[in-house]
């Protein structure tokens, strides 16, 4: 019996000659295996696509694609590959809403040739219809791998968001979403309109907010759902459609109208088949990987919208538009070993040695576990079959196990570097020993990346350690040119030059001493509110109590009890640096700006940060808020009406523009 593929939905299927062409027929076995196996797999289709929209993925995105693979290969008519999202739970604490827009999916290709054929699919129906070519007016965006959600206006005012559910009905998080990043409370037109976009969680702000968080897709989701809304605030949706009733001609139009309106956006671009293409092959080498938040794929597009709507669907699913997936950058590998690895802040990464693989044109035989946590989640062991991906084609990860067959791998109770007892910290082993070698490197690279010092690599660190000539940052002012030109592939030339960058760093400021130190939980920020406090002298700071520190805006309970304990531990520490002659300069010391307070407001031509570091080197403060001892507020614009400059009109601090702030310093002698 044979059973013809519809059209739109074009699976590849591989010629004697290796080329690929698109396969529209398919032979359906009669045995009885194929069938049990197409029921096993819709079953599992059905069960893992609810766990996913659920938030709680069961599998990977790319083990998915495979069993879907598979069964769209043994029956291409399959009511599990019609299906969009799943059914919203009938008992659930967050109330059901009908969406606007129907919150469908697109059929997907992952190369080159499946593209062109879909390409060519789509004019020869539109030449049917008498409808124009679509090859020189694609449309692409960048396929964003996050939670997908409808945010509705009413009369300019935002009034409901709603999740994908089944594609019809979905969840009413709208408390949440109001939290979000890029989500307008108010709409300068006061327009009546519904947009659909994404829940991301950008991975600069999973790796400042959500510590320990392997997989933003999957923090996105959980946190999305919060009933106490609790960490929405750190979440980002970009927008990428907006209801039809717009009288909208192009995807082109529809993407400036949601900018337009005020709308964050994915990235986009328009032009010819070989355009996307070449788009396509930058994002496979390395553009995804720059990223600051995941993309799995780009969607490309008939630009015109009447072409998209002569193409119609198929299987729920728009012709005139396909997901133009990235090639699976997971595959199936054996577990060889698994080792702890000691890190330079104390914490021990689990690491599975894998069977060589090929994964985006590189050989895999490291895989992080992240954490011990996640080693007992997933309960993995010496000889499991597991799925290896490159995440943005950048770091192997091991995401799940496929096939069980060793002994779970139970996280070890000592450091394998030193033999200490290692302590439990969440959802992480560390080794407390600060005398183990990779701590001692840890520290004394957290030192030289403080001070800025240039050329020393993490090798020469490694070396010095190894060869015991220092073990604390003070060791590295005794350090002779003689000691450095000894060590391996090093010599006269190179040791003059690393010591003399290290000491033409001195004098250091005592924010950058501070943050040297590399004290848990003080970075370069926490020591830049503490100066800006008045602790201006290290003196002062061994002799701050908690309830000194805690009662500093900013800080804490938790925090300053931190800071103490650690300035208290490495006070010995502080005094051999000092003896080295590694004393930071008081703020009267420091330079033209002492005794002066700056805090920046707005947006400036110059990073912020840059600015900062202006002002600390040259011995003045800079204050995170506006309190009674500022004396500058710099903003954009000098008559600014902002909070900030009320406030600061308020307590009769100087208000300056970027300009004024530069003729101020230039004006004390500051080199700008």
């Not at 879909?118 to 396929?143: H, T």
Request: a neutral charge.
């Amino acid at each position: 019996m044979s059973r013809k593929k519809p059209d739109g939905d074009l699976g590849m299927k591989k010629s004697a000659d290796g080329t690929t062409h698109p396969q529209h027929g398919w032979d359906k076995p009669s045995d009885a295996a194929a069938t049990k196996r197409i029921e096993d797999l819709g079953a599992r289709i059905e069960r893992y696509r609810a766990s996913y929209y659920a938030g709680k993925p069961e599998i990977s995105d790319a083990a998915f694609d495979a069993l879907e693979d598979e069964l769209r290969e043994l029956d291409p008519t399959h009511p599990a590959l019609a299906r969009v999202g799943t059914p919203v739970a009938a008992v659930t604490e967050w109330e059901k809403a009908r969406h606007e827009i129907p919150m469908g999916s697109l059929n997907k290709v992952v190369n080159e040739d499946e593209l062109k054929a879909w390409v060519a699919r789509c004019e020869q129906l539109l030449a049917e219809e008498g409808g124009g070519s679509i090859a020189d007016d694609l449309f692409v965006a960048e396929k964003l791998d996050g939670i997908s959600i409808e945010v509705i206006y009413r009369e300019g005012k935002l009034a409901d968001a709603i999740t994908r559910g089944d594609g019809v009905y979905g969840e009413r998080i709208t408390a949440n979403v109001a939290r979000m990043r890029g989500v307008p409370a108010k709409l300068k037109d006061k327009k009546t309109l519904s947009v659909r976009g994404e829940i991301i969680l950008k991975l600069s702000d999973m790796k400042k907010h959500f510590p320990g968080v392997a997989n933003p897709r999957n923090a996105a989701a959980g946190t999305s759902k919060r009933f106490d809304g609790q960490g929405s605030e750190h979440l980002t949706i970009l927008f990428y459609d907006i209801a039809d009733h717009l009288g909208i001609k192009t995807e082109e139009e529809k993407i400036a109208l949601i900018k337009k309106l005020g709308f964050a956006t994915p990235w986009t671009a328009k032009g010819t088949l070989d355009h996307v293409l070449e788009i396509y092959r930058q994002y496979s080498n390395d553009r995804r990987a720059k990223l600051d938040y995941e993309i799995d794929g780009l969607v490309v597009s008939a630009n015109q919208i009447s072409a998209q709507t002569l193409l119609g669907e198929v299987n729920r699913r728009p012709r005139g538009a396909m997901a133009f997936k990235f090639a699976s950058q997971a595959k199936v590998t054996k577990v060889v070993d698994i080792l702890w690895d000691t890190g330079p802040s104390g914490r021990v990464t689990p690491v599975a040695i894998v069977a060589p693989v090929e994964l985006a044109g590189a050989t895999v035989q490291r895989a992080s576990l992240h954490n011990a946590a996640n080693v007992r989640s997933l309960g993995i062991g010496i000889g499991d079959e597991v799925l290896v991906s490159r995440r943005n084609d950048v770091i192997p990860y091991v995401e799940e196990v496929v096939d069980k067959h060793g002994k779970a791998e139970k996280p070890p109770s000592h450091c394998r570097v030193c033999s200490s007892e290692l302590v439990t910290s969440g959802e992480y082993l560390l080794c407390r020993n600060i005398e183990c070698p990779a701590l001692v490197e840890g520290r004394i690279q957290n030192w030289i990346d403080a001070v800025g010092a240039l050329d020393w690599g993490g090798k020469l660190i490694e070396q010095l350690v190894e060869a015991k000539l220092v073990r604390e940052p003070a060791d590295l002012y005794k350090l002779k040119w003689q000691q450095i030109a000894d060590l391996e592939r090093r010599g006269e030339k190179t040791a003059k030059k690393v010591i003399e960058e290290l000491h033409a760093r001195l004098p250091l400021t005592l924010p950058v001493f501070l943050a040297g130190l590399g004290i848990e939980g003080f970075a370069i920020q926490t020591a830049r509110l503490l100066v800006s406090a008045g602790y201006t002298t290290i003196d002062k700071l061994l002799a701050a109590t908690e309830g000194d520190l805690a009662s500093i805006s900013g800080l804490g309970p938790s925090k300053a009890a931190a800071i103490v304990r650690g300035l208290k531990a490495r006070e010995p520490e502080i005094r051999r640096l000092i003896k080295a002659g590694v004393e930071p300069v008081t703020q009267e010391q420091e330079g033209p700006l002492a005794g002066m307070s700056f805090c920046f407001t707005g947006a400036l031509s110059r990073p912020r940060n840059e600015l900062t570091e202006l002002v600390e080197k040259n011995g003045g403060r800079v204050l995170g808020s506006v309190t009674k001892e500022l004396q500058f507020l710099v903003s954009a614009e000098a008559d600014s009406t902002s909070s900030k400059a009320q406030k600061a009109k308020k307590y009769g601090t100087q208000l300056l523009d970027e300009a004024g702030f530069i003729k101020l310093v230039e004006e004390k002698g500051v080199r700008v």
